[in-house]
């Protein structure tokens, strides 16, 4: 089965930083594209940012200048730094896959979750 585990999340100050990680195992081939996306309560689950092999990172627009994704395909793993964090940023991070899997379809995988919350 393939699983998505992420790791890094927590408490930080506004104005912090921290770093999550994703490492993807199981049955996958093909990586198209890794992402990070999040939900906060009463909200709808949006993209933070991706990374493909074919066009440039995309970020959401609230975002831009503080985060940085990065990808280890070797490893199966994706990184989001995360710098002057806001209050706002504060939700459910998750970690997604876009792959081929055994039978060459594309599928998205989602890893489970990790809080990060922001707050004095």
């Known amino acids: 089965q393939v699983q998505l585990v992420e790791s890094g999340g927590g408490w930080v100050q506004p104005g912090g930083s921290l770093s999550l990680s994703c490492v993807a195992s199981?049955?996958?081939?093909?990586?198209?594209?890794m992402g990070w996306y999040r939900q906060a309560p009463g909200k709808e689950r949006d993209l933070v940012a991706a990374?493909?092999?074919?066009?440039?990172?995309v970020y959401a627009d609230s975002v831009k200048g503080r985060f940085t994704i990065s990808e280890d395909i070797a490893k199966k793993t994706v990184y989001l730094q995360m710098n002057n964090l806001y209050s706002e940023d504060t939700a459910v991070y998750y970690c997604?896959?876009?792959?081929?899997?055994?039978?060459?379809?594309?599928?998205?995988?989602w890893g489970q979750g990790i809080q990060v919350t922001v707050s004095s």
């Open positions: 997604k896959l876009e792959a081929r899997d055994s039978g060459w379809e594309i599928v998205d995988y």
């Open positions: 199981g049955g996958i081939f093909g990586i198209n594209a």
């Open positions: 990374i493909t092999s074919a066009v440039s990172p």
